[in-house]
């Protein structure tokens, strides 16, 4: 059998903050190179925690980190050169310049700006930031933050991306405009991780994601027998304008002119049920989880 080739395993690892935190208590997972992996989990599961773990932001109580077959503790200036990563927080100057503050990233790994500028400009180009350039980032909206920062960890071609929440704060258009700049980079080799809240994020994006509940790992494997799993979820979406009946009519819909109660079960998915409400030129304005399946996850992997 051909063994896999891994972007990164993690070995019973363990965090506890100084004052006490047990933020990770056991997380064990392995990610294939090329996977476009999620870490799922609510607000204080320990999903920055990890993330910081992987890019050397935050030292780990105990346990086992190899990236691309490095171990952490004694190959960790290899194993850098090897990842790209985008934190929760904005931590770049906010006075210098987007062009430069990507530039000077690509210094941290020893690449010549002569080399690197050819770079700066595809990504700040694929972003949609090159206009900004010369601009002071502090002037950029919040979405405009988050591409920067994207740009920035992309400058010296790792070959694993690291994204913690790379959506929060990014408006529907130009989230989905991210999605499709995160597919295609995975399909030219890429490894991608994320992190996120919505497990529609994942779903649209990801072929595995580990699910992460205080500290733990409740949940690993690929998305689509995690979703199987599941029970059916309603979806209420509001739409522009009065709801035909017969569309959608797998799904049972439930509709009060524009809004609509959809049941998707665990065979089918949210996204086809937008895409065919696109099709029919239907604007989405809003679309909330009546029943949230991963919480539902949550609390029935912890037997709450
Ligand atoms: N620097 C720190 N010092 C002390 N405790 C911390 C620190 N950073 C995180 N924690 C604690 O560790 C736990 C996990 O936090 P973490 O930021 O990893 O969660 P998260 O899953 O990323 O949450 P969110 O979805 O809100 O970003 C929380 O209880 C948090 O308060
Ligand atoms: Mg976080």
């Not at 790994?109 to 595809?122: M, Q, R, T, W």
């Not at 180009?125 to 920067?148: C, F, I, Y």
């Not at 994942?202 to 992460?212: K, P, T």
Request: net charge neutral; proline share 3%.
């Amino acid at each position: 059998m051909k063994k896999k080739q891994l972007a990164l395993q993690i070995t019973d690892l363990r965090k506890t903050y100084p004052k006490g935190t047990e933020a990770l208590k056991w997380v064990s997972f392995e990610i294939e190179k090329w996977d476009f992996f999620a870490l799922l989990g609510p607000n204080g599961a320990g999903k920055s925690t990890t993330i910081g773990i992987i890019s050397w932001l935050v030292n780990k109580t105990s346990g086992q980190v190899i990236i691309d077959g490095y171990d952490l503790d004694d190959s960790g200036a290899e194993a850098r050169l090897g990842v790209g990563v985008v934190p929760q927080e904005f931590n770049f100057g906010i006075f210098e310049k987007v062009y430069d503050i990507v530039l000077a990233q690509a210094g941290y790994y020893g690449i010549s700006p002569e080399k690197a500028k050819p770079n700066v400009e595809k990504y700040l180009k694929a972003l949609g930031l090159w206009e900004k350039r010369d601009v002071a980032s502090r002037t950029l909206s919040g979405g405009m933050k988050r591409r920067l920062m994207i740009a920035r960890a992309l400058v010296h071609n790792p070959s694993v991306l690291i994204l913690d929440e790379p959506t929060a704060g990014v408006d529907i258009e130009l989230r989905l405009g991210m999605y499709e700049f995160l597919k295609e980079l995975n399909a030219s080799g890429v490894t991608i991780i994320l992190t996120t809240h919505y497990l529609e994020e994942a779903e649209n994006l990801c072929r595995n994601i580990a699910i992460i509940d205080r500290g733990t790992i409740v949940k690993y494997g690929p998305i689509k027998e995690l979703l199987a799993s599941m029970e059916d979820e309603v979806v209420n979406i509001e739409i522009d304008r009065v709801f035909e009946w017969d569309m959608l009519k797998n799904y049972n819909p439930i509709a009060i002119e524009a809004t609509i109660d959809l049941t998707i079960s665990s065979k089918q998915t949210l996204d086809a049920a937008i895409k065919i409400l696109q099709s029919e030129w239907y604007t989405i304005r809003s679309v909330k989880p009546k029943s949230g399946r991963l919480e539902e996850f949550f609390l029935k992997s912890t037997g709450k």
